[in-house]
């Protein structure tokens, strides 16, 4: 890769690693579903209008922007607002690669290989390790909503896959239509319509900062320089570059956040980072079945 596309890679992810820091602002502004619905409604207008129609079926569209807009997203941000913190969120939401390979196994009949499954397990140990620290002292509730969150998004790894869309940013765009009206239906429903505009009348300066860096500098910068890069390298170029999120993640999280980062927390990082690279890097025992659409499969974008 030429050095300024290195550096452009290196961008996107402490781009998205800070995005958990700015989530975490976010949700002191907006109750979780509300926050969330914003943050795709403010990502799909205006840019719906200028990055032209849709390049996969709709199916693909649908299915994305409901498993991650509405379940992963939904699922992690009333996480972090019961207390998880936003460093340890971007590290166990990395727990994904392993819910992608095991949705892939099942779904399009991939075999694991036993290089994988060593991954897998150095992963798997690392979130345990990690819930054996959040336990001593803090809320599982909100540990386990981000482990569902993980899941949530191995199955859309799997459903973009599938899609394979020619164009990251345009598939971006249009997925995140499809979360706002749902979400905010739920918004209404659980958080209730008192509170989603007490919220709205208290709109100020942060509230507008969060929405605009989760919204347009997170997705739709991140994932439309995230798949540039893609179109450019190969996907065994680009994807290393995603294990820093974490590493941005926790280190923003501990100076902008003052959250404290344990050995355990350390441990399990080394553990999970180093079983995600093994899992996302190595090669499948048996090839995987052709995308149904599109000329390249799009990579898992990492954004919080």
């Given amino acids: ?31 979780p579903l509300l926050f ?21 079926a709709w ?18 941000f009333i996480g972090m607002s019961q207390g998880m913190p936003a460093g340890l969120s971007s590290l166990v939401l990395q727990v994904q690669a392993v819910f992608t390979v095991v949705v ?12 994988r499954l060593l991954g897998m397990g150095v992963a798997l140990a690392g979130i345990v390790v990690a819930g054996i620290d959040e336990g001593s002292g803090g809320p599982l509730l909100g540990f386990s909503l981000t482990v ?16 394979a869309p020619p164009d990251a940013l345009n598939f971006m765009v249009w997925v995140s239509v499809v979360p706002v009206l749902p979400l905010l239906a739920l918004s209404l429903l659980f958080e209730g319509p008192a509170r989603d505009a007490e919220a709205l009348a208290g ?45 941005f993640g926790m280190s923003s999280a501990a100076l902008l956040l003052g959250e404290s980062v344990t ?18 890097l190595s090669r499948p025992a048996t090839p995987a079945p052709m995308p149904e659409a599109g000329t390249r499969p799009l990579a898992a974008g990492l954004s919080g």
């Fill in 59 to 76: 199916k693909w569209i649908v299915a994305v922007g409901l498993v991650l807009g509405v379940a992963k997203f939904g699922l992690l």
């Fill in 148 to 163: 569902g969150a993980a899941a949530c998004w191995g199955v859309s790894n799997v459903l973009t896959r599938r899609a």
């Fill in 263 to 280: 050995p355990l927390r350390w441990c399990a990082a080394a553990l999970l980072v180093g079983g995600v690279a093994v899992t996302s």
């Fill in 104 to 115: 892939a196994t099942t779904v399009l009949g991939e075999r694991l290989g036993g290089v």
């Fill in 203 to 247: 709109f100020d300066w942060g509230g507008a900062g969060a929405l605009v860096y989760v919204a347009w500098i997170s997705t739709v910068f991140g994932f439309g320089a995230w798949g540039m890069l893609l179109r450019r390298y190969p996907a065994s170029s680009v994807a290393p570059f995603s294990l820093l999120v974490p590493v």
């Fill in 1 to 31: 890769m030429r050095p300024v596309h290195i550096s452009l890679a290196v961008l996107v992810t402490a781009v998205w690693g800070v995005n958990f820091v700015v989530i975490d602002v976010g949700l002191g502004h907006f109750p």
């Fill in 36 to 56: 969330s619905a914003l943050r795709f409604l403010v990502a799909a207008l205006p840019a719906v209008f200028f990055v032209g129609r849709p390049k996969v």
